[in-house]
């Protein structure tokens, strides 16, 4: 079964500064998905990134970046120029690839909380 | 930009009773799911719903939980009679194929 591990229960990160959040996955897979889900105070839960596994260039969407290592099942998140807003609780999600006998539920970590010190 | 909408935003039930949750998926989505998350903890997968079946479900899913799509818009779960462990926060998401699931802003259950 796959499994994806958040070890960074909290990080704090001075605003403007840069922070990476970690999370490796354990699968037997070839083909799949990872996701990285920010979850504020609200408790909604915002796309942040995604990345697909068949893919060698490392996505990016604004001032997150991620670093996907698949040799390594390695998969972390980096912010660049930190803002308040930023504050949340982050979740590293794997997703099965359509056809494996999964319709793509998301297996999450246990998430990383991130403060933004102004 | 369209949006997972769920309602209500919270619910207060006493433990025994029977509960539904709402959503309503992106319009043209096929694949709905239903999340979970105790106060605390991580999202957990409960169940997958593609072509008006079940696809999946998680072992948490048992007979007390049940899910329907009653007209074209709406996603429901139903939990049949609350636990105390039942109380979390349950999210809906959905997706059109193989692409992003969306999730809702989430339902706070809380019973008493």
């Known amino acids: 079964a796959q499994t994806v591990t958040q070890s960074q229960p909290e990080m704090s990160v001075q605003e403007a500064e840069t922070v990476t959040l970690s999370c490796t996955y354990d699968?037997?897979?070839?083909?799949?998905?990872l996701f990285w889900y920010k979850q504020p105070p609200s408790r909604q839960m915002i796309l942040v990134i995604r990345?697909?596994?068949?893919?060698?260039q490392n996505a990016t969407e604004n001032r997150f970046s991620v670093n996907f290592q698949k040799a390594a099942k390695s998969f972390s998140l980096k912010i660049s120029d930190s803002q308040l807003g930023d504050a949340a609780m982050y979740f590293c999600a794997y997703r099965s690839p359509p056809g494996t006998g999964s319709q793509g539920n998301l297996i999450f970590g246990k998430g990383t909380k991130l403060s933004v010190k102004p | 930009e369209p949006e997972v909408t769920q309602t209500p935003s919270h619910q207060v039930t006493q433990m025994g009773q029977e509960v539904i949750l709402r959503c309503v998926p992106i319009s043209n989505h096929l694949y709905f799911y239903w999340y979970r998350q105790i106060l605390g903890q991580k999202v957990e997968f409960l169940v997958s719903f593609y072509n008006n079946e079940i696809s999946e479900k998680s072992e948490i899913f048992d007979d007390q939980f049940s899910v329907e799509r009653p007209d074209g818009s709406n996603f429901t779960l139903k939990i049949r009679s609350t636990k105390l462990e039942d109380s979390a926060m349950y999210f809906c998401?959905?997706?059109?194929?193989?692409?992003?699931?969306?999730f809702g802003p989430g339902t706070r259950l809380l019973v008493l």
């Open positions: 990345q697909e596994a068949y893919k060698q």
């Open positions: 998401a959905s997706k059109r194929t193989k692409e992003t699931q969306y």
């Open positions: 699968t037997s897979e070839s083909d799949y998905y």
